[in-house]
């Protein structure tokens, strides 16, 4: 038998397989090795992550704050896109995935890579040679989830669904044993730390005392040196005064506070005397390793005899002030244990949290448990702050929970545990400095550092994950398989909730929602395509939807008649009052006396888009379109002279500390009331504004529309070439469109349709909806048509939006 290139004879007999890091004796074993299946699932992963490598490229050189989106936005010209994998930080690099190899080289061909005005650094994916490690040699950290098999008969066996909560919690809760090593071992250190840090504290926080700990979580730990500051002045001071140079308590040959001073010594300098400690004076400690440049700079460490792994700091005092709040909310109500402990599972399991390796665009625990807690602190009545035992069972909590994020304006409000309310996220467009929070599409301050959003490391795929997995919880929810027992021993419940099922990877709003006749594109809101005047204007708006829904009514516009050269006139608005039977007795739809003319005129003047005449009204239709569309104006900058009163950051107030001497409220005092602000609601009794417009599309401007830009490029000199996908580029694009079927002798309208659109908020993400209904299309285009306008009017419409300012 002829070895293969994973396969090594040894010396002394036998065989080794490189690929699997393992000896076998002889060559029967080696067969049965290659056919067995570690072998083979080995061979296929290798295989697969050469594939990714062989059809990725590796980019960099983009601004900072990019996302996934807008790089799948540059690179899909080229092919299909699998995937991106940006950088935890948001800034270095991505890796941007093809479907195949012919669109890796299309994108390696081009000559120079253009986004948002920055010159990108495309290259081939650098090649690693595939490493298997043994899961005995792997993060303990990384098994610490109980499976879904092991968890279904133990679940099952409950009678209610708050029964198996309160099971799923002693299974994942620490042991006493558990407990009380964790305690031991803050003890040793306390004990061991004081011999070096007179005064110091060592305290506990994270998940071991947070009341949400689970098996193997890691022992967090915060040094608190400020006594020990204190005492190392009062002695210098003594020193001084006797002239004796420094105290014989602090010339101790167990101290180390003469070769330091921590007042003006660097957390690094501070982080190394903390690991020399650990390293020589704490027995059963190992693995000792200073981390100065994270976050929250720590020293790692590993207990040796349990595998305990912990982190000390030495600046992370609001972390135990966060421990201290959960473990006040959880001595509130008992139900908000389970509660936390089923959605930390269920988001690990629909991969919405729980990244192994750290980082990534997923949530933490932390930020689960404060989106747990904010739910109790909002729903009617509240259960946070309130110590009363309501009658609701925690399973109908948990399906409240989802019902509520299912509902929730993710992209207009702001989360603030801290005033258990949401605050309207134009309030923050004017915080200044390091007191502005990152803003992103899902935001959740932190209750003591407010200038932290804990959510922060998202993008906009993973906060539609959460939004499209909490609808699907929730319709999940109001079934009896989840709320009753199954009397045939099939799984229910949570155990059913658990399960990977196979959802729909559309965005939400953007798929036709009402037959094939009338289908909606739903444009999201998002702070990063604004422009800085946008912004500014929101800030002093009172309802920043109505502001932001004129912008993006103009932008469409422009997409529609300057991009695609589409006709578009008003139409006249139905009366919000629905239909009224006439004297016949028949339903017939009233129109108001306020024609659509006059919000579309004012909607195109807030961005000097004149609307378009139907062209079908006079003039042949050619030289109608000509006049209409030649020389039409796209976006121009808003008027800067326009005084914009933008309110005060709220970031100073939510900061204010009691004063001092001042009695500090109760928690159940301290509730916010519903009020109007509660959340940026839209009023029903008031009707939001609509607009509505008759189009006519006069090219099938979707057809070979790929090809046609890819000739353009070609054919435009270098310094004059547009960036791909750019409002110019399109233009011409739909411009050459139109000429090849003028050569080819194709006129007459292609179809025609409605558009109206309204915007949505409040009670869902904050959106404009845009509803397209066919009016004449012989041909059967319009499915085509609308398919293509899915993508590209929401990716040009932020275009414009980017130029409005």
Excluded at 599 to 623: M, R, Y
Aim: charged content about 25%.
């Amino acid at each position: 038998m002829e070895l293969d290139a994973d396969t090594q004879a040894l010396a002394k007999g036998g065989f080794h397989c490189l690929l699997c890091d393992i000896n076998v004796p002889n060559q029967a074993s080696l067969e049965d090795h290659l056919k067995g299946r570690k072998h083979q699932k080995l061979r296929s992963v290798r295989d697969t992550r050469k594939t990714q490598e062989q059809h990725s490229v590796f980019v960099s050189g983009f601004q900072r704050g990019t996302t996934e989106l807008q790089l799948i936005d540059h690179f899909q010209r080229f092919g299909p896109v699998a995937s991106v994998i940006m950088d935890k930080d948001q800034g270095v690099y991505a890796i941007v995935q093809f479907n195949n190899t012919e669109s890796l080289q299309v994108a390696l061909a081009e000559p120079q890579h253009c986004m948002a005005g920055q010159r990108l650094r495309v290259k081939p994916r650098e090649t690693k040679e595939f490493k298997y490690i043994p899961k005995k040699k792997q993060d303990p950290s990384k098994q610490q989830l109980i499976s879904l098999e092991e968890l279904t008969p133990a679940l099952c066996q409950a009678d209610t669904v708050g029964e198996q909560m309160q099971r799923l919690v002693e299974l994942f809760e620490l042991s006493e044993s558990e407990r009380r090593l964790r305690e031991l071992l803050v003890s040793l250190l306390q004990e061991i730390f004081s011999e070096f840090f007179p005064e110091c504290k060592v305290l506990p926080f994270g998940s071991s005392v947070n009341s949400f700990d689970i098996h193997s979580c890691d022992l967090d730990l915060f040094l608190d040196l400020e006594n020990t500051k204190t005492f190392q002045a009062k002695a210098k001071s003594t020193a001084a005064q006797a002239g004796e140079g420094l105290s014989e308590d602090a010339q101790s040959e167990d101290s180390i506070l003469s070769d330091i001073d921590l007042e003006s010594a660097t957390s690094t300098e501070v982080l190394e005397l903390v690991a020399t400690v650990l390293q020589k004076c704490v027995p059963g400690v190992h693995k000792v390793q200073a981390v100065p440049s994270a976050r929250r700079p720590v020293v790692k460490f590993i207990h040796k005899e349990s595998g305990l792994q912990g982190d000390i700091s030495i600046n992370n005092r609001l972390a135990v002030r966060n421990t201290r709040f959960l473990q006040l909310c959880c001595s509130l109500d008992e139900r908000l244990r389970p509660l936390v402990y089923a959605v930390r599972y269920w988001a690990k399991q629909k991969q919405l949290a729980g990244n192994p390796c750290g980082g990534g665009p997923l949530l933490n625990n932390y930020a689960l448990t404060l989106l747990v807690i904010f739910f109790l602190q909002n729903r009617q009545p509240p259960v946070l702050p309130s110590v009363n035992h309501l009658k609701s069972l925690a399973g109908t909590l948990l399906s409240e929970f989802y019902n509520f994020y299912g509902q929730f304006d993710f992209a207009g409000a702001v989360i603030s545990p801290r005033h258990g309310r949401a605050l309207p996220i134009t309030d923050f467009l004017n915080s200044a400095g390091d007191r502005n929070p990152r803003l992103g599409p899902l935001n959740i301050l932190d209750p003591f550092e407010l200038c932290h959003n804990v959510a922060g490391n998202l993008n906009e795929r993973t906060e539609q994950r959460l939004r499209r997995q909490c609808q699907e919880a929730a319709k999940y929810c109001r079934s009896l398989q989840y709320q009753r027992k199954s009397t045939k021993g099939k799984v229910w419940g949570l155990v059913r909730l658990f399960h990977q099922q196979g959802g729909s990877a559309a965005s939400h709003g953007q798929s036709g929602e009402a037959g094939a006749d009338r289908m909606i594109i739903g444009i999201p809101f998002k702070l990063s395509a604004l422009s800085g005047d946008t912004r500014k204007q929101l800030q002093g708006s009172g309802d920043f939807r109505q502001l932001w829904f004129s912008e993006v009514c103009g932008a469409m516009l422009c997409v529609l008649e300057n991009v695609l050269q589409i006709s578009c006139s008003p139409v006249k608005r139905v009366s919000e009052e629905g239909t009224k039977p006439n004297a016949s007795g028949e339903q017939s739809s009233h129109l108001s006396e306020t024609s659509f003319n006059e919000i579309a005129e004012q909607e195109s003047a807030n961005l000097d888009v004149p609307c378009v005449k139907d062209p079908l009204k006079g003039g042949t239709e050619n030289e109608t379109k000509s006049q209409e569309l030649k020389g039409k104006p796209c976006l121009q900058e808003a008027n800067n002279n326009e005084d914009v009163h933008s309110k005060d950051s709220p970031i100073a107030s939510l900061q204010d500390e009691p004063q001092s001497g001042v009695k500090r409220p109760r928690l159940s005092e301290e509730t916010p009331q519903p009020s109007s602000s509660k959340k940026q609601k839209l009023d029903p009794a008031h009707p939001q504004p609509a607009v509505g417009w008759q189009c006519t599309l006069w090219h099938k401007v979707w057809a070979g529309r790929r090809k046609v830009r890819r000739d353009l490029l070609k054919v435009l000199k270098e310094d004059s070439r547009p960036d791909g996908g750019s409002i110019e580029l399109e233009s011409k694009v739909t411009e050459a469109i139109a000429q090849q079927e003028k050569e080819a002798k194709v006129s007459g309208a292609v179809l025609e349709f409605t558009l109206h659109a309204e915007v949505v908020g409040g009670t869902e993400d904050t959106r404009t909806l845009a509803k397209f209904t066919p009016l004449v299309d012989g041909s059967n285009l319009f499915q085509d048509f609308f398919h293509f306008l899915e993508s590209f009017l929401p990716r040009m419409t932020g275009k414009f939006l980017e130029k409005s300012g």
